[in-house]
């Protein structure tokens, strides 16, 4: 078992940059591959980005490749969303998932077996 705490989501205008932080509890968070989704109102909980255990290989969805970057310190039970150059169309709900006993990566939200609450991306314009 184990919760997940996001972090760091807020307003901001469209160009800026914004980091969104995930913290774990429990002892086995470097266990797990993590990802990150995002839900805009009235739309279906979408991928946004997965890495691996160790870190070194990740995936993201095209709508924010080359723009956001993940990451994770394990040591801290922490994974991060850094996101640059936000747009209008990056507001929405962003959460962090984690994926137990598989350790590869996954675009499938019911992949994933664990997520936190949710923190409000909101980008104007």
């Known amino acids: 078992q184990v919760q997940l705490v996001e972090s760091g989501g807020g307003l901001v205008q469209a160009g800026d940059p914004l980091r969104l932080s995930c913290t774990a509890s429990g002892r086995t968070f470097s266990s797990y591959v993590m990802g990150w989704f995002r839900q805009a109102p009235g739309k279906e909980r979408e991928f946004v980005a997965a890495l691996t255990i160790s870190g070194r290989t990740t995936d993201y969805a095209d709508s924010v490749k080359g723009r956001f970057t993940i990451s994770r310190d394990n040591a801290k039970n922490t994974v991060y969303l850094q996101m640059n150059s936000l747009k209008p169309d990056d507001t929405a709900v962003y959460y962090c998932?984690?994926?137990?006993?598989?350790?590869?990566?996954?675009?499938?939200?019911?992949?994933?077996?664990?997520w936190g609450q949710g923190t409000q991306v909101t980008v104007s314009s």
């Open positions: 998932a984690a994926r137990a006993t598989y350790s590869s990566l996954s675009r499938d939200k019911d992949s994933y077996h664990y």
